[in-house]
């Protein structure tokens, strides 16, 4: 996978580039969790704050990119689409992952607020919930993307 994706990549709809977006944009998000997780003890600090306010915003942009992108373009392919295997895969996994989804987005929604700071007393146990359904929502979205890269691979030879 590249690293960088040139400015053709970021605004294709092909399912490679999107694929490759959403495992970018899923790196970003990891990255930023882990960041956070090693601030503990939570104290109401600004950078605390600003670090838990850049992780909320890419989880979201991570959160869209999945039913948002590259689900719906499985679902565009037509019936005789070599993807036809990963959409059903992606059919068949699309409820467990929008629960991931939904724990996420409560995440997100309970530490919203740039009126004021949000109480970091149960940071710690919400971060350990939240990472246990990311996990879960990766081993899902990675039986798709590899579905997904299985058909890339034979179309390339």
Request: charged share 25%; aromatic share 8%.
């Amino acid at each position: 996978m590249n690293a960088i994706l040139n400015a053709a990549q970021i605004h294709s709809k092909t399912l490679p580039d999107l694929v490759n977006k959403l495992l970018l944009s899923r790196q970003e998000s990891l990255v930023l969790f882990n960041k956070l997780a090693a601030l503990k003890p939570f104290t109401p600090a600004a950078s605390v704050y600003h670090l838990l306010r850049r992780f909320r915003q890419s989880l979201v942009d991570y959160l869209a990119l999945g039913p948002f992108e590259v689900y719906e373009a499985l679902e565009n392919q037509p019936t005789d689409s070599p993807y036809r295997q990963a959409r059903q895969l992606a059919r068949q996994l699309y409820a467990r992952i929008a629960r991931t989804t939904q724990t996420a987005l409560d995440f997100h929604d309970r530490y919203e607020g740039d009126e004021f700071e949000p109480e970091l007393s149960g940071l710690n146990e919400e971060l350990s919930r939240l990472g246990e359904s990311l996990a879960t929502r990766i081993e899902l979205e990675d039986r798709i993307v590899a579905a997904v890269c299985r058909i890339d691979t034979r179309i390339a030879a």
